[in-house]
């Protein structure tokens, strides 16, 4: 069954430094991998997405993903972070761990914590 | 104005009453879907549809029911049947292509149900 594995819960940056957020993925076969963004008590805002190819994406916001398949990784980057980008992120992966197969397994979140 | 609309934004329903939840969408897509998010667990797959008069189970489907009469309208009923149904909902579309899977799945703002 695929799974989506973000080890970190809470991170905290200061405004302007860099950010690396981190996901591993248990599929089968090639994986669809995608990041979104939500907002307190908002939908789900796509970041960007992997389907094949150049294993670096860029995505919106000034984001980018890299994905490595020998670690089973699609982290999310971002060079300088700024006080709007404070949010949930969510890494996912196309496939239902309990078989609905078009639709997506996420990972439980990683909360972005920004300090002035 | 396209995109999907969920309603109502909160909602409150005693304990052992069925309830609907809307989601409706004018971007013309296939696909829909519900997901339920607790804090801390990430979203979870509730019902999927590809196509209208057709629909999946997800990951945890006890005590949901959907209909799928229309291709812009995928309601959720979360029944008595329900255990814990304090949560909150989020409805998604996406288009379908000859790739199933690799279709960008687009968000509503969700309906944050409370069980009295």
């Known amino acids: 069954a695929q799974s989506v594995t973000q080890p970190d819960i809470h991170i905290t940056v200061s405004e302007g430094a860099s950010l690396e957020l981190r996901c591993n993925y248990s599929?089968?076969?090639?994986?669809?991998l995608f990041w979104y963004v939500q907002s307190p008590g908002q939908g789900l805002q796509l970041l960007l997405k992997?389907?094949?190819?150049?294993?670096l994406v860029q995505g919106i916001k000034g984001f980018e993903a890299e994905f490595k398949r020998s670690q089973s990784s699609f982290n999310l980057r971002k060079p300088s972070v700024h006080w709007s980008d404070a949010a949930e992120y969510f890494c996912?992966?196309?496939?239902?761990?309990?078989?609905?197969?078009?639709?997506?397994?996420f990972g439980k979140g990683t909360h972005l914590i920004i300090q002035p | 104005d396209g995109g999907i609309t969920q309603s109502p934004k909160y909602l409150f329903r005693k304990e052992g009453q069925n309830v609907t939840l809307s989601c409706e969408q004018n971007?013309?897509?296939?696909?829909m879907y519900w997901y339920r998010q607790d804090p801390g667990q990430g979203l979870r797959l509730i019902y999927y549809?590809?196509?209208?008069?057709?629909?999946q189970k997800g990951d945890i489907a006890e005590g949901y029911s959907v209909s799928r009469e229309k291709k812009e309208s995928f309601p959720l009923t979360v029944t008595s049947a329900q255990k814990n149904p304090t949560a909150f909902y989020l409805c998604?579309?996406?288009?379908?292509?000859?790739?199933?899977?690799?279709?960008?799945?687009?968000f509503g703002p969700g309906t944050r149900l409370t069980v009295l």
């Open positions: 998604a579309s996406s288009p379908t292509s000859g790739r199933r899977g690799t279709d960008t799945q687009y």
């Open positions: 599929y089968g076969a090639t994986p669809y």
């Open positions: 992997y389907f094949s190819g150049d294993t």
């Open positions: 996912a992966v196309v496939g239902g761990s309990g078989g609905g197969a078009d639709g997506l397994t």
């Open positions: 971007l013309n897509h296939d696909a």
């Open positions: 549809s590809q196509i209208v008069n057709d629909f």
